[in-house]
């Protein structure tokens, strides 16, 4: 397989996936076979901006393709991604990796028993701020995140925090590298049904605490993660790509103070995001976020969405009532 193009699909081609057809069609090394939608004019309006060819039947796609994309509604990335998984196909299916816990579960086992890889699209991992800044993380013990944005009607099948703050929440795994200890959280509906706004406050066997701002009804765009280390304070701007680092380098009563930009590539996430997930597949090697790495972010946004819950049911009954947990 390393001698030739890996053949991808797309399944699901709303605002996310047409981004992810996008991308195919322009990166070397794969071969954009087709794409597949619940709404077949929209999959036809798609394959023709881009070149490639709309199947009416999931199946037939599945056929002819080493690799996929899945970026379907929440709800249907377990049934999807399993029954590609079992199809022999490669699957890297958006965030978050499943709808509940136990579906997680079922999606590893899947991949696992079909000896298929099984990506999670954390596109945050991918971006240029967070490749540098990971290189410099020794012992962080502070940190403070914000990812707000304005309103917009796309993805508002799942809460806040699994639509936007299950970014930070891998990121800080990731770099925490730690147990959880203890979480308190707090979120409201604004202008759905859905959880819009939340808070978070999550503690850390290492001794790190985080506070994370997740929003969808502000009035600006800011996604940026900022921490503590010893004698070190980072900022990461998310959009910018660019990292900060201010230190103390000198010592006794007057210390110096250094500023620092990180050197980056500029580069659009999601396209280092597939081009890893290609190289995985041609290469068969694990990739970066794996299923167990989106099982482990889901887990957290799980708990965050519990600890939301139970303080509305302290402080207003009526915010409680959806059944959110699975």
Excluded: C
Aim: proline content about 5%; glycine content about 6%; charged content about 25%.
């Amino acid at each position: 397989m390393s001698d030739k193009k890996i053949r991808v699909g797309v399944f699901g081609v709303g605002d996310f996936g047409r981004n992810h057809v996008r991308v195919f069609h322009e990166l070397a090394g794969a071969e954009l076979v087709g794409i597949h939608d619940a709404d077949p004019e929209r999959a036809r309006q798609i394959a023709a901006e881009f070149g490639t060819q709309a199947f009416s039947e999931m199946g037939q796609l599945a056929e002819q393709i080493d690799a996929a994309s899945v970026a379907v509604p929440t709800v249907l990335h377990a049934r999807i991604s399993s029954e590609l998984l079992r199809r022999g196909v490669d699957v890297l299916v958006e965030k978050p990796i499943a709808s509940s816990r136990a579906e997680a579960d079922g999606l590893v086992a899947t991949a696992k028993n079909a000896g298929r890889i099984l990506q999670v699209g954390q596109l945050e991992r991918f971006n240029p701020a967070v490749v540098a800044v990971q290189k410099i993380v020794t012992r962080p013990l502070f940190f403070e995140v914000h990812r707000l944005g304005v309103f917009s009607p796309r993805s508002l099948d799942v809460d806040v925090v699994f639509d936007v703050m299950i970014h930070d929440l891998d990121i800080l795994l990731w770099l925490v590298n730690s147990p959880v200890r203890d979480i308190h959280s707090v979120g409201i509906p604004v202008l759905t049904d859905k959880v819009d706004i939340a808070h978070a406050r999550i503690e850390f066997e290492s001794g790190a605490v985080a506070n994370l701002t997740a929003s969808r009804v502000s009035t600006e765009r800011v996604r940026k993660l900022r921490f503590f280390q010893a004698r070190e304070y980072i900022s990461v701007d998310y959009t910018r790509q660019d990292v900060t680092r201010i230190r103390v380098t000198g010592e006794g009563s007057e210390p110096a103070i250094d500023f620092e930009k990180l050197p980056t590539q500029p580069e659009e996430p999601l396209k280092a995001e597939l081009r890893a997930f290609v190289s995985a597949v041609r290469e068969r090697t694990a990739p970066l976020v794996d299923g167990e790495a989106g099982r482990r972010a889901l887990d957290l946004a799980d708990r965050v969405m519990a600890g939301i819950l139970e303080h509305a049911r302290r402080v207003k009954p009526e915010l409680a009532t959806a059944p959110h947990i699975r």
